[in-house]
């Protein structure tokens, strides 16, 4: 079964730290580019960041960048979202997301979501 | 504020039509192809329509996605009650170099 299992979320104070891991099963991790995607509460989605197959190339939102860093462990077939320096408008339900090509640009699409880890950042 | 635009609702009836809306510009739609994706309430989201028009499998064909210019489209027919979502539609923008998501349409079937 295809699968993506999210963890390490939690309730973190302004300023925090938190890292984040994807565990990938059922599909050839190391073929596949990645995403996190982050769903404020009762907000829509929100691209967070994407990863290609090799961690060649790795993009990030403006409003993260300098903040979090992604990246992939193919011999493990995790990917993890390490954010720091963590705001009150982080709070949110954060996705991984398989992408259908190994590139993180231009295609596409997100064909495989895991369930989300909350992260709540507040004092 | 989104950079594609979405209605933020829309309704129906069962065995309606309906049309979900997804506007943008050059620089995302225009260049690029359009995903749509369905969130059913407290689910994760899930691939519904990829490469303007084509389904993944195990998505009726009751669903359909299509492109003109900088806009795109979503249609869904004979409605049905677990149809009840929220409908996001993406694409890559070359210029903001991010994939960037519509604000999300809320289907009711009435």
């Known amino acids: 079964e295809v699968q993506l299992v999210e963890s390490g979320g939690g309730l973190v104070q302004p300023g925090g730290s938190l890292r984040l891991s994807c565990a990938a099963s059922?599909?050839?991790?190391?073929?596949?580019?990645m995403h996190w995607v982050r769903q404020a509460p009762g907000k829509g989605l929100e691209w967070v960041s994407g990863?290609?197959?090799?961690?060649?190339?790795?993009d990030y939102t403006d409003s993260v960048k300098g903040r979090f860093t992604m990246s992939r462990d193919n011999a493990k077939n995790s990917l993890y979202l390490q954010m720091s320096s963590l705001r009150p408008e982080d709070t949110a339900f954060y996705y991984c997301?398989?992408?259908?090509?190994?590139?993180?640009?231009?295609?596409?699409?997100?064909?495989?979501w895991g369930q989300g880890t909350v992260v709540t950042v507040s004092s | 504020q989104s950079v594609l635009t979405q209605p933020p609702s829309a309704s129906g009836t069962p065995g309606q039509r309906v049309t979900i809306s997804c506007s943008g510009s050059?620089?995302?739609?225009?260049?690029?192809?359009v995903n749509w994706y369905q969130q059913l309430p407290g689910t994760a989201p899930k691939l519904l329509i990829y490469?303007?028009?084509q389904r993944p499998s195990g998505v009726p064909d009751r669903f359909s996605g299509s492109k003109s210019g900088t806009s795109a489209s979503l249609a869904i027919s004979g409605l049905q009650s677990e149809d009840e979502a929220d409908y996001y539609c993406?694409?890559?923008?070359?210029?903001?170099?991010?994939?960037?998501f519509g604000g999300g349409t809320k289907l009711t079937v009435l």
């Open positions: 997301a398989k992408d259908k090509g190994s590139s993180a640009r231009r295609t596409g699409p997100f064909d495989i």
């Open positions: 059922g599909f050839n991790f190391d073929d596949s580019a």
């Open positions: 990863i290609s197959w090799n961690s060649g190339s790795i």
């Open positions: 050059s620089s995302n739609i225009g260049s690029y192809t």
């Open positions: 490469n303007i028009n």
């Open positions: 993406a694409a890559w923008d070359d210029s903001l170099y991010v994939w960037v």
